[in-house]
C-alpha cells in the first residue's frame, strides 16, 4: 500500500469518470446506449443524480485503486517483473479491461442483449482502464 501513488490513483479514478461522461454523451455512444436499454433521455434524466454519479464516482476510484495494487511496487525484487510505467500501465489497464469485457458480455448473452449493447459497455470499460493504467503507469 505504501508504494501506491494516491494521487494518480484520484486522477485516473476522475478520468474514468469523466470518459463515461464522454462515452455515453449523445454525441458519441448516448443514443444508442439508450436505444439498446430501450429507455428514453426523459428517463435517464429522471434518475436520482447524485445516487447515480455518486456511486459511479466512488466505483471509478475503487476501479482505480484495484489496478493501483495490481501495479504496486513488491517489498522486495522480483527478477524479471515488468517495470511499471506509462506502458505496462496501459497494458496492465487492458488485460483487466478484457476481463471486465468478457464479464459484461457473458451477462449480455444471458440477458439477450446485442452485440452492439455488448460493445458499447464493454468498450468503455476497456478504454477507461487503459486510461486508468496509463496514469498510474506514468505517475511513478
Known amino acids: 500500500m505504501s508504494s501506491i501513488n494516491w494521487l494518480a490513483v484520484l486522477v485516473a479514478g476522475i478520468s474514468a ?3 463515461g461522461g464522454v462515452w455515453y ?7 444508442a446506449w439508450m436505444k439498446e436499454n430501450k429507455i428514453t433521455m426523459e428517463e435517464v434524466q ?22 493501483a495494487m495490481f ?7 522480483c527478477p524479471g517483473a515488468p517495470v ?3 506502458s505496462w500501465g496501459a497494458t ?4 483487466a479491461g478484457i476481463w471486465v469485457f468478457c464479464s459484461i458480455a457473458i451477462v449480455g448473452l444471458f440477458e439477450h442483449k446485442t452485440a452492439r449493447y455488448i460493445f458499447i ?3 468503455y ?5 487503459v486510461l486508468m493504467g496509463a496514469i498510474i503507469g506514468a505517475w511513478r
Open 17 to 19: 469518470f469523466v470518459l
Open 25 to 31: 454523451s449523445p454525441a458519441l455512444f448516448g443514443k
Open 46 to 67: 429522471s434518475g436520482n443524480k447524485a445516487k447515480i454519479f455518486g456511486w459511479a464516482f466512488i466505483l471509478s476510484l475503487i476501479m482505480a485503486a484495484n489496478l
Open 71 to 77: 501495479l504496486a511496487e513488491p517489498k522486495e525484487p
Open 84 to 86: 511499471v510505467n506509462i
Open 92 to 95: 496492465a489497464g487492458f488485460l
Open 121 to 123: 459497455n464493454g468498450g
Open 125 to 129: 470499460c476497456v478504454i477507461a482502464l
